[in-house]
């Protein structure tokens, strides 16, 4: 009998009927206080040499329909290694099959990015003498928010922010921001090494905590999304931006990254401030210069598809590359990796996953070197 269950970190999804191994049935859960659905994380137990077809209904209610169309599961025995698995639109619904080899295989979105691995990533970074751990503060869970800084902050330094995972459900972003912290720690790093004589770092790997353990998609324990909240933040609703924007106030901003994943675009690629009233020549000689820097150091880098200038309208300043970028007139980038796999340089076996997100965080520092005498 094949058993379903998604009881534990960043599990989420509601099982209709598990009674036939050929045809289970599924539903996607949608965020604990909002109504956005899409990730989906869950285990299924007993199903060693069961031929087993999942079946999500409710595909039409998610946030991102088109996230869909050309998008593959992400199964693992082991929950280390995660491959792809044969997934197609039926009649309207996500269909996905499967014959494992193992007693227990865990279904998901995306690579998962644990609770665990989080705070290994802070404990393993506050070993080298280069990195200091703050606690910002407290989520509305009571988790810890944490920043590291790495590097030594001082007069004629500039200060790089980067900042990852305010979207729960874009695993992605936290194996980015571990990639990063792991090639600035490396003593053996060159241009980690030269850029740490120019700047200091203040990365903080998950700005979600609640909803990362939740499972939620978008959202926190309260249902902000916290990438609308930069322009009023509160202690009731979004302490997690509070925090972080009073760090930023605190110690001043010269360049600003914010990693996620795009469920529909299956490129890598950045999103400027071109559609702030306030955005400036300098600014734009900046973020050219750094897509050109990026583009010539990593193939898995684009520009040719993304956002448009202005796709968020009204909203553009309550985001928070276009509210940083506004505030300290500075280059800011919001950066997107794909939930499917790259349309130009594909791996169908594994799909955009972990590794390869945590590459692309490494391969960062050489656009920011590029960039680093010209900041301000």
């Known amino acids: 009998m094949v058993t379903i269950s998604s009881n534990f970190d960043s599990g989420a999804i509601t099982v209709l009927d598990a009674s036939d191994a050929a045809d289970v049935r599924l539903a996607l859960r949608p965020d604990n206080a909002s109504a956005f659905a899409q990730w989906f994380h869950f285990r299924a137990s007993g199903v060693r040499g069961v031929a087993c077809r999942y079946v999500i209904e409710n595909i039409e209610d998610s946030a991102y329909i088109g ?48 609770w665990e691995r989080h705070l290994a990533l802070l404990g393993r970074a506050q070993g080298s003498p280069l990195c200091r751990l703050t606690r910002l503060g407290a989520t509305l869970d009571g988790r810890d928010l944490d920043l590291l800084t790495i590097g030594t902050p001082g007069e004629g330094k500039r200060n790089i922010w980067v900042i990852a995972r305010q979207h ?25 090494r030269a850029l740490l004589e120019r700047a200091a770092f203040h990365i903080v790997p998950n700005m979600n905590p609640d909803g990362s353990v939740r499972g939620n998609l978008r959202t926190n324990a309260v249902g902000a999304n916290l990438n609308r909240e930069w322009a009023e933040p509160s202690e009731a609703r979004s302490p997690e931006v509070l925090l972080v924007r009073q760090a930023m106030q605190r ?54 598809y993304g956002y448009e200038d202005h796709q968020f309208g009204p909203e553009q300043l309550t985001l928070a590359t276009n509210w940083v970028g506004d505030a300290f007139d500075c280059l800011a980038f919001t950066i997107e990796m794909p939930f499917k796999d790259t349309a130009s340089r594909p791996r169908p076996e594994t799909g955009w996953n972990g590794e390869r997100s945590r590459q692309l965080g490494a391969s960062v520092l050489l656009p920011l070197l590029a960039v680093a005498d010209r900041l301000r």
């Not at 279904?107 to 644990?114: D, G, I, L, V």
């Not at 980015?176 to 003593?187: I, Q, S």
Request: with cysteine.
């Open 251 to 304: 110690i001043g901003v010269d360049a600003f990254l914010d990693a996620h994943g795009d469920e529909t675009i299956p490129h890598n690629f950045v999103a400027g401030c071109e559609g702030n009233p306030s955005f400036s020549a300098h600014q734009r000689a900046l973020q050219e210069a750094f897509k050109a820097a990026w583009l010539a150091a990593s193939p898995d880098f684009q520009v040719e």
């Open 168 to 192: 729960p459900g874009e695993s992605m972003a936290e194996w980015f921001a571990e990639g990063l912290v792991d090639a600035l720690l490396d003593p053996d790093h060159g241009p980690a």
């Open 67 to 114: 996230g869909w169309d050309g998008y593959a599961v992400r199964a693992s025995y082991d929950r280390l290694h995660w491959l792809t698995v044969p997934t197609r639109i039926e009649q309207g619904q996500l269909v996905f099959e499967q014959l494992p080899q193992a007693d227990t295989v865990w279904y998901a979105y995306f690579e998962p990015y644990s």
